[in-house]
Structures are given as C-alpha cells and as structure tokens.
C-alpha cells in the first residue's frame, strides 16, 4: 500500500483525501467550475474520481492531493501530478473550490507540487494542460513560470494548449 505523503505550505496542507472531502469535492464537480475538467458531474461520477485520486498514487506513485486549509483542514481543492492514459507528458494539475477562488491558493498549491515533481519524484520535465477558454488557468500557468508549448488534441476535451513548467532547477522554490 502507497503512502500518499502530506507536504505544507504557509497557508495550506496538501494531503491525501478523506472521505470527509466528499462532500466538498462532489460539490465542486457537480458545479459549472468543473466544466474545463469534464464536469459537471452526478455523484457518481464524483465517487469514482474522488477514489481515483488516491488510485494514481497507487498505480503510479505519485497523484493528487487535497488542498486543504492549514488552520481548518477544510477542504479547497484538488491540486497535483496526473499522467492519464493518453496524456502526451506528466502533468501538473489544479482545481481548486469555489472558497478558495482569489486567494492565491492554487499558486501556492501548484508551487509546493511541482517542488515535489522535481524533487522527490525526480521529474525532469512537466506540462499543464489547459482548455485556451480557461483565462484563470492560464493566468496561473503565468504566474508559475510557464510558457505556451504547442497544443495538444484530447480526444474528449478538444485542442488544449501545452503549458511547459520551467525546468527542474527553475522550479523547486516554493
């Protein structure tokens, strides 16, 4: 059994999910924000991509994690490594909860897994896929450094445009 590791930042603790984030997380996929990440989705829907979470740690050793306060380990959102099937590179990925929207969370989160990408799971590379319709992903792509990388057509989501993440020695400053 993989053990999903907690990592901190000033404001926020990434961790793995609890069933007591369901909630928040099937909220969240059920709402207009999941749009740019094939939602909204029924309960159902959530339930199997709340589980796959920790599923990708399993599998591949490395996933997402919660984003959770750090004072009220509420829950904010979905922040981490992804690699799906059919996914052209290693992805760092973010969806963060309507509480947590302007508050520089996700730029905090992102930072903190990329730090991780590079560091303890030894990435030499990593993109982010973003829907060009998603203003607020790539501002935040911006913001941590990214640059545009050509597109890449997902057979479900459409043409998404390849943020590339600076390279490793770039990269690990939270």
């Known amino acids: 059994m993989t053990t999903i590791p ?3 930042t000033q404001r926020l603790t990434l961790r793995a999910p609890r069933l007591t984030d369901f909630d928040a997380y099937a909220g969240f996929r059920a709402s207009d924000r999941a749009h ?4 909204p989705n029924t ?3 959530a339930w199997g991509q709340f589980i796959g979470l920790a599923g990708q740690w399993t599998i591949r050793g490395y996933g997402r994690w919660i984003v959770a306060d750090r004072e009220t380990d509420a829950p ?5 490594l992804l690699y799906p099937i059919g996914w052209p590179e290693p992805e760092i990925a973010w969806s963060m909860f309507a509480a ?5 969370l996700a730029h905090e989160a992102a930072l903190a897994a990329r730090c991780y990408a590079y560091g303890t799971a030894g990435w030499t590379t990593a993109i982010s896929l973003i829907d060009p319709a998603n203003t607020r992903s790539t501002a935040l792509a911006g913001r941590l450094g990214c ?4 597109t890449y057509q997902h057979a479900i989501f459409g043409a998404m445009q390849i943020w590339r993440h600076p390279a490793p020695a770039q990269g690990l400053a939270p």
């Open 6 to 8: 907690t990592l901190t």
């Open 36 to 39: 740019f990440v094939g939602g």
């Open 76 to 80: 904010l959102g979905v922040v981490g």
């Open 43 to 45: 309960d159902i829907q």
């Open 147 to 150: 640059h545009p990388d050509g």
């Open 100 to 104: 947590a929207e302007g508050r520089g």
